[in-house]
């Protein structure tokens, strides 16, 4: 397929750069989480708007093709770095320079005029400060997680380079998005970025996708009963705090009431032990829990949107979240969401009220707060449904564009100027 089969001669497009991961893979699988989601949503909104968007991601299979259309105005292209196959995270930072040098081939065999370059996480950020500068184009760059935070507590799986290369991106100028005003103040703080640098351009929510719906076919699917259902979305890493809900729901168990605990997503490369589900699994075993304790895998959208649904809570004991988008579609299907009192879910989950935040690792911690949203009255319970659903609301990707829109029509000139803001 030609480079131009998809795209109109000299149509306006904002070149976005993910090495990584591609927001046509399925979420839960690998490195393919909110980050993916973020790159096809803004994609689609853009389009929605007649812009156009190219989604630059490394061929992992050698079947791949190297254009695939993601929606109206918006299409994948695969290029050549490193071999065509998935690799684990710490091979992939000797793939950017092969990435770059496949972007700029691609991008001046085009037919497109490219007004923007939006780079998504550490790996991507040396190919867009070096195709902003080729280009002389405004140049954003959405970090998603920062290795400085993750460094303070104890993850640091990425190794020094990792923190260069975010440094650097900062010293570069880029145009910082961040999801939440804490991540800014990081930014600030532990990179030395400049106020004027950062925008605060939150995620949003498909709020078609994830609605509150019946859930009664899956629930009998998987055996469910009338049991009380804790849900756990997301990849099974030490980041990600499993091993802290499944330590909670041991304690649960013990004193009440009597529940489902259902796991969505796998092992990631990133951070996760080798053998890590096979760990958890065996340590359901050891509990006793093997009854009352699934692994459902990664799945896809609108079943993930179903399982929200036939869940009673939500639990996210995450070490750091930058956002937190599993809090967000889970409130969108009206389910309450127990979360640690960190990163942006301090800024999704109003406390008590759509939910419960947790101070602290205790599973113990966990546990009360889990049990207090499984027994609260039919007419609380109710309540804290609506609550969420509502809260949910304030969050869409059309605001999120809203604000990514002027950035993606600033002169690079401009963007300096607001570094000395």
């Known amino acids: 397929m030609s480079p131009s089969s998809h795209q109109a001669h000299g149509e306006d497009t904002v070149a976005f750069l993910s090495l990584h991961a591609s927001p046509l893979a399925r979420l839960g699988k690998r490195e393919n989480g909110g980050l993916s989601v973020y790159v096809r949503a803004v994609c689609e909104e853009l389009g929605a708007r007649g812009i156009h968007t190219d989604v630059f991601v490394r061929r992992a299979d050698p079947d791949q093709p190297t254009e695939q259309a ?31 040098r496949a972007v700029r081939a691609f991008m001046r065999r085009a037919q497109r005029r490219y007004v923007a370059v939006h780079s998504h996480y550490w790996l991507s950020a040396e190919a867009g400060v070096s195709l902003a500068s080729d280009l002389d184009l405004p140049w954003l760059h959405t970090a998603h997680t920062l290795a400085a935070v993750k460094a303070e507590l104890g993850f640091a799986g990425d190794g020094p380079e990792r923190l260069v290369a975010e440094r650097r991106a900062v010293a570069a100028g880029a145009r910082l998005v961040a999801n939440t005003k804490a991540e800014v103040q990081s930014l600030v703080s532990k990179y030395g970025a400049q106020p004027g640098q950062c925008i605060v351009a939150p995620p949003g929510v498909d709020l ?20 009380k259902v804790v849900l756990f979305a997301g990849r099974l890493e030490p980041l990600k705090g499993p091993d802290t809900l499944l330590d909670a729901f ?6 009440g009431p009597q529940a489902r ?40 959208q609108d079943r993930l949107a179903l399982l929200y649904c036939l869940a009673d809570v939500v639990v996210m004991p995450s ?17 309450p969401v127990v979360a640690a009192a960190v990163g942006g879910l301090r800024d999704i989950i109003s406390d008590r009220h759509t939910g419960h935040l947790v101070a602290g690792r205790n599973p113990a911690d966990y546990a009360d707060a889990i049990r207090r949203v499984l027994t ?33 029509r600033q002169a690079p000139a401009l963007v300096a100027a607001c570094q000395q803001g």
Do not use: N
């Not at 304030?394 to 993606?408: A, G, N, Q």
């Open 70 to 100: 993601m929606g109206p105005r918006s299409r994948v292209i695969a290029v050549d770095a490193g071999p065509p196959r998935p690799l684990p995270k710490h091979q992939l930072p000797a793939t950017r320079s092969g990435y770059l």
């Open 376 to 408: 609260d009255p039919p007419e609380v319970a109710q309540e804290m449904r609506q609550a969420a659903w509502r809260r949910a609301q304030r969050f869409s990707w059309e605001r999120t564009v809203d604000i990514l829109m002027p950035e993606y």
């Open 208 to 227: 078609v996708q994830f609605q509150p719906r019946d859930s009664s076919r899956l629930r009998a699917r998987l055996a469910l009963d009338q049991d």
């Open 250 to 255: 041991a304690i649960l168990q013990e004193r």
């Open 319 to 335: 070490h750091t979240e930058s956002f937190g988008l599993v809090a967000l579609e889970a409130q969108a299907c009206g389910t």
């Open 261 to 300: 605990l259902l796991f969505v997503g796998e092992a990631s490369s990133e951070g996760a032990r080798v053998g890590q589900r096979k760990e958890m699994q065996a340590r359901v075993e050891a509990l006793g829990l093997t009854a009352r304790v699934s692994f459902l895998g990664a799945q896809p």
